[in-house]
């Protein structure tokens, strides 16, 4: 099988604010056609590497290709890229039509080639009723719909995404969230997407590098990063709600390693460690709340009895709290079958499914 051509590629790339490193000695290398999410929470460095790319910032080290073209210095007009703001930065004077054919006037094109493109742009994004209208008459969705189409409309190799979405509501960034994800189908071009959302992030993707101070902490399909978080961080970042951390300490008993904590003993013999060894010592266990059976009469490796202290109905599902031995944890069950607070509840998980971390790196076991 053919490996699919590199779209972006980003080598030992470092940025400087004086004596302050925003991003560090970072590699990527994008696919053809990948929709790729950067992701992390404010001052990660995601957005000041989607900048560099762009040619929005000058960068202290390294280089930038797109299509094997090394643009490192380059003018983000001559880089084959288009780009998408958080703010939706739509001249006000203009009508929908005027915005999106404004670029390819300046770029000198043929008035019947822009209309081509304004045409196939608000037939994809389905904006043919606004064309005439001015953005002041649009909803915050259609005005973000011709921000990408003023994107679009230049028919470029990569389209760079900076929170698109972030200003909306809820209900519409849902929405637009699924419009984004059609239109990816439908183009099949390179598409790199900035987010601090991790559900933006998973329903996106087809990989997610996971951010922190200026490093990418994880690069990998949504899933893998879900199920196999290479650190706690990574762990802590992903899922809604968040994984239960567990603090206590790895033992070997009868030559099987066991997860020992206050009214907790975990055996791991089916858990899958990172290396072939296995130490004795302090650690994480990583449960999530959906990874948890309750009252299902499954025969776990792992069982206790807890008592339910919250209950928290979420419409589809409800999280309920209790405490595993003198640890807080959360669990995620079906509304139909949830307890009472002060209910006594079965409850099971495999540790397979579970996460083990190094206390003091928060690596994974």
Not at 28 to 43: A, K, M, Y
């Amino acid at each position: 099988m053919d490996t699919p051509a590199t779209s972006v590629s980003i080598r030992d790339l470092s940025l400087n604010f004086g004596t302050v490193a925003v991003l560090k000695g970072l590699d990527l290398d994008i696919q053809e056609g990948e929709f790729l999410v950067l992701l992390g929470p404010s001052g990660c460095g995601k957005s000041t590497l989607l900048n560099c790319i762009a040619g929005l910032m000058d960068v202290s080290d390294g280089q930038i290709f797109i299509k094997d073209r090394n643009v490192t210095w380059e003018e983000p007009k001559d880089r084959g890229i288009g780009m998408v703001f958080q703010s939706y930065a739509l001249y006000p004077q203009m009508t929908v039509r005027g915005n999106l054919s404004f670029g390819l006037k300046t770029a000198g094109m043929a008035k019947d080639e822009i209309a081509k493109r304004v045409a196939r742009t608000a037939d994809v994004l389905q904006i043919e009723p606004l064309l005439d209208r001015k953005p002041s008459q649009l909803s915050g969705g259609q005005r973000q719909r011709v921000a990408i189409g003023r994107a679009l409309v230049r028919d470029v190799d990569v389209f760079l995404f900076d929170e698109p979405l972030s200003n909306l509501d809820a209900k519409l960034r849902s929405e637009l969230r699924v419009e984004i994800k059609r239109l990816h189908q439908k183009l099949a071009n390179t598409m790199v997407y900035v987010t601090h959302d991790q559900i933006e992030a998973m329903t996106l993707a087809d990989r997610i590098a996971v951010m922190r101070g200026g490093q990418i902490q994880q690069l990998d399909a949504p899933q893998t990063i879900y199920s196999r978080p290479v650190n706690r961080y990574v762990a802590d970042f992903i899922g809604s709600p968040g994984m239960n951390f567990l603090s206590g300490a790895v033992e070997i008993k009868d030559g099987i390693p066991h997860f020992i904590a206050e009214g907790i003993d975990v055996s791991l013999s089916n858990y899958i460690f990172n290396g072939d060894a296995v130490a004795a010592g302090p650690a994480e266990l990583g449960v999530r709340p959906e990874h948890i059976g309750v009252n299902s009469g499954e025969d776990w490796p792992y069982a206790n009895t807890v008592a339910v202290e919250v209950v928290e109905p979420m419409g589809s599902d409800t999280l309920i709290w209790s405490k595993l031995g003198n640890q807080n944890i959360s669990m995620r069950l079906p509304s139909e079958r949830a307890p009472r607070v002060g209910d006594s509840v079965s409850i099971g998980f495999d540790p397979m499914r579970a996460s083990l971390f190094d206390i003091a790196t928060g690596a994974r076991l």
